[in-house]
């Protein structure tokens, strides 16, 4: 790196002065773009920047002038003797990879003795876009893409992968070779991934904390793993079912491509939900945990963030009793109208407890109209209310099939598209007929992006954590700050399970990192939650499969297992002492530690 590179890195973020295009960045052009905003201390306050390159200057208060410029005007500005020195001005409160990096020792992970970057091996997003254009994903050339393959599950325009047995076809698979003539000619990028760019602001921030280059013209300093192979799946997101189909048929897509390129592969998975006994006994959990059979599968890991849910009112934790009545409330707010209106609202309510418990059932409306009983004789009860004219669903199903638990459901939903579910209180009463057991319930609601809805009562902050974290061997991460004393933010998700298993295993920098922005080249932007947390897990996770796929010259059967990695983890955690904590795990992700567990 040049001392000019070097100066940057430390002392500029970058302005976006207009719209770049990608002749912008060639080697020329970035001497001159992009507008870097900096600040001088000028020994006259008369200086004026008359034989200065490319030196703007905006305002001037006594002897501090600030001004844009470019690398020419740096360089020069460092040999003008009436200049004491040059600062670059930053926005307020922004805290980079370049503080969270540290925190988890990344940066002397990627120096002597271990100088390991993540070559060996491959990173898996699920998210919703990915910007295919951004400087982040590319090689140390910067000409040429590190992205394998984008597999966008919402584009019906094709070609569609062959996802074998099953020979379905779903969606347009992008290669490597296509984007790097993206690449090349921007202009011809097809319209499913401009679509991609424009709302994959989610997934190309988290990828690039996961696996981005250092961009030292934005004072990027790049992600974990900065030269790990990229693999992106957009997956289709109309429900939890669609949520369930989709990323299944990710778990297939990804391992077919980490075969083909004979690489291990870790996926990050910054998505979740509230749906499911929270148990790791659904079929998305099974799924997951089978992906890397049971944590044995050699060369494949999983990495899922906890969840931003402990603030949202979305679990409720009840204490069941003999003879007893419980009216469990929760508020409907008028819908938020910054968020499409969908086609009709609904609402979503599950109650897990135990099979031997037998209680009776009925949900109230705002306006007092009662629903009819569900129990063990009725156990589904359907129809519509008169006031508010919003239709119900209640369906009691004991001994479930995943767990031989019992399941309450209730579905709330709108009557007309355009129109929602009416704004109020309501309850659900409960009767306790016979319990037997210790007379615990857990009752979720299912998220959405309105967040509408919210209990009001009997809340729990503890078992929070989203689905799929709640897998046996997805490894769950909370967020903390990225400093030190860290802080724990309100939003992030408890453990444990409900079927009390230490989760999350640890935690990781999640508040207020800034990384790539969609929809641009280089340009940053910051961002906050267990979604940040989360790719720090994963591109440690890919330091240690490819440092490992060194040590082992690539032997296949020899290489490190989900079980492993996540017993790891958990043991070489900062400051660690056994003890699991419901809020941060094990404790904060050590990468140094990792590594030096398998020297």
């Known amino acids: 790196m040049s001392n000019i590179d070097d100066y940057l890195l430390h002392n500029f973020h970058l302005l976006d002065a207009g719209t770049y295009t990608e002749e912008s960045f060639s080697e020329e052009a970035l001497a001159v773009k992009p507008r870097l905003p900096m600040l001088l201390h000028v020994r006259r306050p008369s200086w004026r920047p008359r034989r200065i390159p490319q030196c703007s200057v905006i305002a001037q208060v ?107 076809k779903l969606g347009t698979v992008y290669t490597g070779k296509q984007i790097n003539k993206y690449i090349t000619h921007p202009q011809s990028l097809p319209e499913g991934l401009k679509m991609a760019r424009e709302w994959g602001e989610h997934g190309t921030h988290v990828a690039s904390i996961a696996t981005g280059r250092a961009i030292p013209q934005s004072g990027f300093v790049g992600g974990v793993a900065p030269e790990a192979g990229l693999i992106v799946v957009i997956p289709q997101l109309d429900s939890s079912i669609g949520y369930s189909n989709g990323h299944i048929a990710a778990l297939a897509f990804i391992r077919q491509i980490a075969q083909k390129h004979n690489l291990p592969v870790v996926i990050n998975l910054s998505q979740g939900m509230n749906g499911g006994a929270h148990d790791g006994t659904s079929a998305l959990e099974t799924a997951f945990d089978q992906f890397t059979n049971g944590g044995r599968e050699a060369g494949c890991a999983v990495v899922k963030s ?167 061997t997805v490894i769950c991460v909370g967020s903390i700050s990225a400093t030190s004393p860290f802080t724990v933010p309100f939003t992030s998700s408890y453990g444990p399970t409900r079927d009390k298993r230490e989760k999350p295993d640890i935690c990781a920098p999640g508040e207020n990192i800034t990384a790539a922005q969609s929809n641009s080249l280089i340009d940053l932007i910051a961002k906050s939650g267990t979604s940040m947390a989360a790719p720090h897990a994963t591109g440690a996770i890919a330091l240690l499969f490819s440092f490992w796929e060194k040590k082992i010259q690539g032997d296949k059967t020899k290489r490190l297992n989900a079980a492993q990695v996540q017993a790891a983890l958990r043991q070489t955690t900062q400051n660690f002492n056994s003890y699991w904590r419901y809020d941060t795990g094990y404790g904060v992700l050590d990468i140094e530690q990792l590594l030096a567990a398998f020297t």
Not at 364 to 391: C, I, L, M, S, W
């Open 62 to 168: 006594g002897d501090i002038i600030a001004c844009l410029g470019s690398l020419q005007t740096i360089e020069v500005l460092q040999n003008d003797p009436d200049i004491l020195s040059i600062e670059g001005s930053r926005p307020i409160s922004n805290l980079e990879c370049r503080h969270s990096l540290p925190l988890t020792k990344a940066d002397i992970v990627h120096l002597p003795p271990f100088h390991e970057k993540g070559d060996k091996a491959l990173i898996a997003i699920i998210d919703n876009g990915i910007d295919v254009l951004h400087h982040a994903f590319r090689d140390e050339t910067g000409k040429q893409t590190r992205i394998l393959a984008v597999w966008d599950q919402t584009d019906p325009r094709g070609p569609a992968p062959i996802l074998r047995p099953s020979q379905i």
């Open 306 to 472: 906890a969840g931003n849910e402990r603030d949202k009112g979305g679990h409720a934790k009840l204490s069941l009793h003999n003879n007893q009545r419980i009216i469990l409330p929760w508020q409907v707010e008028r819908a938020d109208r910054r968020f499409p209106q969908p086609a009709k609202e609904q609402a979503t309510i599950e109650i897990w407890f135990k099979a031997c418990d037998e209680m009776t059932w009925r949900v109230k409306n705002p306006p007092g109209e009662y629903t009819p009983r569900v129990n063990k004789t009725n156990p589904t009860q359907q129809g519509r209310f008169a006031k508010g004219q919003n239709f119900y669903e209640i369906s009691y199903k004991r001994y479930c099939e995943d767990n031989g638990d019992s399941r309450l459901l209730i579905t709330l939903a709108s009557e007309r598209p355009g129109q929602n579910i009416l704004p109020g209180a309501w309850a659900l009463e409960i009767e306790c007929d016979t319990i037997r057991s210790a007379g615990e319930a857990h009752a979720w609601i299912e998220r959405s992006p309105r967040r509408n809805i919210h209990f009001t009562d009997y809340l729990s902050a503890e078992t929070t954590l989203s689905v799929p974290g709640t897998a046996h």
